[in-house]
């Protein structure tokens, strides 16, 4: 069984008007949230084979301070530009890419995207994943291919509120 970790990115900065969206950190409450959720992935046991993000800088930022409390090289990450302003069908398309050697796959993006993802793949009926927010999914394959409607089941959703 392969393990999903669909990750939205922590809270955002929005001080600055001139930057543009791929270019927004996070706030204060991004930066204490987003090693707060990691913590709490690794002390649910959470060890990623593979860490994907998106690459504009609150989910990149947002992916590197978790990876660092769950060990993981934050060299190792790759940003896939597909996760940016993408849409379900391509964000699917990036992780039946993934090989098949990775059981537990962290993927870091953003909403509504996810959520809709989620939903897609579960069957389920998620509203919103909120900033820093965590769904688990467990794949009823072995095979990343096999990825789509209704192919896993939700092992838990967390979220900071739930921490704090």
């Known amino acids: 069984m392969k393990t999903l970790l669909l990750i939205r990115h922590a809270k955002s900065d929005w001080s600055n008007p001139l930057l543009n969206d791929f270019e927004r950190g996070l706030n204060k409450r ?3 949230e987003a090693p707060l959720m990691g913590e709490v992935l690794s002390q649910k046991g ?14 990149k930022t947002t992916a590197i301070a978790m990876a660092h409390k769950l060990s993981y090289v934050k060299n190792s990450i790759y940003y896939e530009p597909t996760l940016y302003a993408s849409d379900v069908e391509s964000i699917l398309s990036v992780i039946r890419n993934v090989s098949q050697s990775v059981d537990t796959l962290l993927v870091f993006g953003h909403n509504p995207e996810f959520t809709e993802c989620v ?3 579960c069957g389920t009926t ?14 009823y394959t072995d095979n990343w291919v096999d990825i789509g409607f209704n192919s896993g089941e939700l092992l838990f959703f967390d979220s900071p509120k739930e921490h704090r």
């Open 30 to 32: 991004g930066e204490r």
């Open 126 to 139: 998620i509203e919103n994943i909120p900033t820093c927010g965590v769904v688990a999914i467990r794949l």
């Open 46 to 59: 959470i060890h990623p084979d593979l860490i994907l993000s998106s690459p504009a800088l609150r989910a």
């Open 119 to 121: 939903n897609e793949i």
